[in-house]
């Protein structure tokens, strides 16, 4: 089974910027699709952005397009979030999410999780 790690979370003031990484071992991690996610307290997992393993499309959620990239290395079995001009309202645990799918916005079509990275930012 694939087993996902984050890293790179902390704590940032508003418009500053965090890199992520999601290191990646089991599995065939070329070919699954790779997705941020995140969650605050009392609230559903919310999606941030996805990859495919298909010609590496990517996709993302209104609230971060323009700010936020998403890219993979498949060499390395790793995802990486960019995070740029961060807000206050994107403080939340994130969750990298791998699934043998094309790419997909909703957290119960991926099958591996990781345990999650926090990232706070102060206004």
């Known amino acids: 089974q694939m087993q996902l790690v984050e890293s790179g979370g902390g704590l940032v003031q508003a418009g500053g910027s965090l890199r992520l990484s999601c290191a990646a071992s089991g599995g065939t991690f070329s070919r699954r699709a790779m997705a941020w996610f995140r969650q605050t307290p009392g609230k559903e997992r919310e999606f941030v952005a996805a990859?495919?393993?298909?010609?590496?499309?990517?996709y993302y959620a209104a609230s971060v397009k323009d700010r936020f990239t998403i890219s993979r290395d498949n060499a390395k079995n790793t995802v990486y979030l960019q995070m740029n001009s961060l807000k206050p309202e994107d403080t939340a645990v994130y969750y990298c999410?791998?699934?043998?799918?094309?790419?997909?916005?909703?957290?119960?079509?991926?099958?591996?999780w990781g345990q999650g990275t926090q990232v706070t930012v102060s206004s």
């Open positions: 990859i495919s393993w298909i010609a590496g499309s990517t």
């Open positions: 999410a791998a699934g043998r799918i094309y790419y997909s916005t909703r957290a119960d079509e991926y099958d591996y």
